[in-house]
T-cell receptor, first 117, second 114 residues
Framework: AQSVTQPDIHITVSEGASLELRCNYSYGATPYLFWYVQSPGQGLQLLLKYFSGDTLVQGIKGFEAEFKRSQSSFNLRKPSVHWSDAAEYFCAVGASMFSGGYNKLIFGAGTRLAVHP | DAGVTQSPTHLIKTRGQQVTLRCSPKSGHDTVSWYQQALGQGPQFIFQYYEEEERQRGNFPDRFSGHQFPNYSSELNVNALLLGDSALYLC?????????????FGPGTRLTVL
């Protein structure tokens, strides 16, 4: 079955510290992988995506993620966290009943990030 | 460009009632997907509309139905509301079904069922 697991429900870091949010997926075919961020009262904003090629992908707001097929993981990282990064982060895999591309996103339960000043 | 817009922002209904949520896609997008996000959970795919037809459906009962209009806007209808239908309903638009294009999300409609 297709699924996404985010093992950490809640993470707290100090401003300026590094960050890594974990994501593991289960998907039979080549995965299309995404990280989204959701601030309170707002919709989801795409941080970055992986379709193919270089396994280290760069995104917006200084985030990056690394695809590791052998570990079925797609962890999100940031070298120095800012107070404005406090939000909910969702990892997702794109799935499709058709060949090529994706139709739906399968999300993990999310990781809530708190940032201490 | 207004992006994806949804209405209303908030809605309160009672059990057994019916509700209609609306979504206008981002300019140039022809595909609309709907997701349900219960409190403390990630969004779950309800269904996707393209060319006014439902192209793919998630694991939701027939009480959940939708429609897409010629201008690509979409409605989500939920009949016989249950307490468990309380959630944030997100609409996402993209350029084409089965595509590699980003799905852009709206701010959502918060539905509370009493």
């Amino acid at each position: 079955a297709q699924s996404v697991t985010q093992p950490d429900i809640h993470i707290t870091v100090s401003e300026g510290a590094s960050l890594e949010l974990r994501c593991n997926y289960s998907y039979g075919a080549t995965p299309y992988l995404f990280w989204y961020v959701q601030s309170p009262g707002q919709g989801l904003q795409l941080l970055l995506k992986y379709f193919s090629g270089d396994t280290l992908v760069q995104g917006i707001k200084g985030f990056e993620a690394e695809f590791k097929r052998s570990q079925s993981s797609f962890n999100l990282r940031k070298p120095s966290v800012h107070w404005s990064d406090a939000a909910e982060y969702f990892c997702a895999v794109g799935a499709s009943m058709f060949s090529g591309g994706y139709n739906k996103l399968i999300f993990g339960a999310g990781t809530r990030l708190a940032v201490h000043p | 460009d207004a992006g994806v817009t949804q209405s209303p922002t908030h809605l309160i209904k009672t059990r057994g009632q019916q509700v209609t949520l609306r979504c206008s896609p981002k300019s140039g997008h022809d595909t609309v997907s709907w997701y349900q996000q219960a409190l403390g959970q990630g969004p779950q795919f309800i269904f996707q509309y393209y060319e006014e037809e439902e192209r793919q459906r998630g694991n939701f009962p027939d009480r959940f139905s939708g429609h897409q209009f010629p201008n690509y806007s979409s409605e989500l209808n939920v009949n016989a509301l249950l307490l468990g239908d309380s959630a944030l309903y997100l609409c996402a638009s993209s350029g084409g079904t089965g595509s590699y294009n980003e799905q852009f999300f709206g701010p959502g409609t918060r539905l509370t069922v009493l």
